[in-house]
């Protein structure tokens, strides 16, 4: 059974930082993403890491997120992390960890295959 578990949400202050974790097991994915839903909008993509066939790594952004959030992945924990620094209260959403097969990154919330049930994050002004 595949299971992606995100943790590490919370209440914090703007310009605070968090970082969430996301743990797959079940199976690895070449790409693992995170996106984001606040109430009433649509879910949008913030960040992804890829692994091509030459084990080479890619990170992808979306442009709201660029500069402050970093992605990363232990690949022995098959785990990704998503640190979040210089929060703001438009960070706020529920944030969700996805994995993907293909092996380059990918925005397009369709093109994962694996979904974590999310965790909230509350960015406070």
């Known amino acids: 059974q595949v299971q992606l578990v995100e943790s590490g949400g919370g209440l914090v202050q703007a310009g605070g930082s968090l970082r969430l974790s996301c743990a797959a097991s079940?199976?690895?994915?070449?790409?693992m993403g995170w996106f984001r839903q606040a109430p009433g909008k649509e879910r949008e993509f913030v960040a992804c890491?890829?692994?091509?066939?030459?084990?080479?790594?890619?990170?992808n952004y979306a442009n709201s997120v660029q500069g402050r959030f970093t992605i990363s992945r232990d690949n022995a924990k098959n785990t990704v992390y998503l640190q979040m620094n210089s929060l703001k209260p438009e960070d706020t959403a529920v944030y969700y960890c996805?994995?993907?097969?293909?092996?380059?990154?990918?925005?397009?919330?369709?093109?994962?295959?694996?979904w974590g049930q999310g965790t909230q994050v509350t960015v406070s002004s």
């Open positions: 890491i890829s692994r091509n066939e030459d084990n080479i790594y890619y990170a």
């Open positions: 079940g199976r690895t994915f070449s790409t």
């Open positions: 996805a994995g993907a097969s293909v092996p380059y990154t990918v925005v397009r919330a369709a093109s994962y295959d694996y």
